[in-house]
């Protein structure tokens, strides 16, 4: 059996993180090493290694992962707006293999990304 990711570590609760908002499905906690004034991961609480890994049967799952950033975005008062960042696979720099959306915001972002 493969080693539990830190995610997966994470969202058992048995390495500590700053979780900012849970649900039945999912977790959002702050980024260790933040590249934003708020960066926050998104994971299921499911384990999908990556978006290259998303089934038919996790299409739900996918867009309620995208509810709760918006709710979260809400409570978070993050009116200027906020960026959604999948790494998948190594080209992409996915260091994680655990599905996950980086949630950026608190200032401008340029575009093309790096
Ligand atoms: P990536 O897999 O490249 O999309 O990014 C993984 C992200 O997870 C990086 O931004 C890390 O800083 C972050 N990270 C790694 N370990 C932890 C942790 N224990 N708690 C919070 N964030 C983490």
Same mark, same amino acid.
């Given at each position: 059996?493969?080693?539990?990711?830190?995610?997966?570590?994470?969202v058992?609760?048995?390495?500590?993180?700053?979780?900012?908002?849970?649900?039945?499905?999912?977790?959002?906690?702050?980024?260790?090493?933040? %590249? =934003?004034?708020?960066? /926050?991961?998104?994971?299921?609480?499911?384990?999908?290694? &990556?978006?290259? *890994?998303v089934?038919? #049967?996790?299409?739900?799952?996918?867009?309620?992962?995208?509810?709760?950033?918006?709710?979260? %975005? =809400?409570?978070?008062? /993050?009116?200027?707006?906020?960026?959604?960042?999948?790494? &998948?696979?190594? *080209?992409?720099?996915? #260091?994680?293999?655990?599905?996950?959306?980086?949630?950026?915001?608190?200032?401008?972002?340029?575009?093309?990304?790096?």
């Amino acid at each position: 059996m493969s080693e539990k990711t830190v995610f997966k570590r994470i969202v058992d609760r048995e390495i500590p993180a700053d979780v900012v908002y849970e649900d039945e499905f999912c977790l959002a906690f702050r980024d260790i090493h933040p %590249a =934003a004034p708020v960066h /926050l991961i998104v994971v299921p609480k499911k384990e999908i290694r &990556s978006a290259a *890994d998303v089934a038919a #049967e996790d299409e739900g799952l996918v867009g309620h992962l995208f509810a709760a950033m918006a709710k979260i %975005a =809400a409570q978070m008062g /993050l009116t200027g707006g906020y960026r959604v960042v999948t790494n &998948s696979g190594p *080209d992409a720099g996915q #260091e994680v293999m655990h599905l996950h959306f980086h949630m950026l915001a608190g200032r401008p972002f340029g575009w093309p990304p790096g």
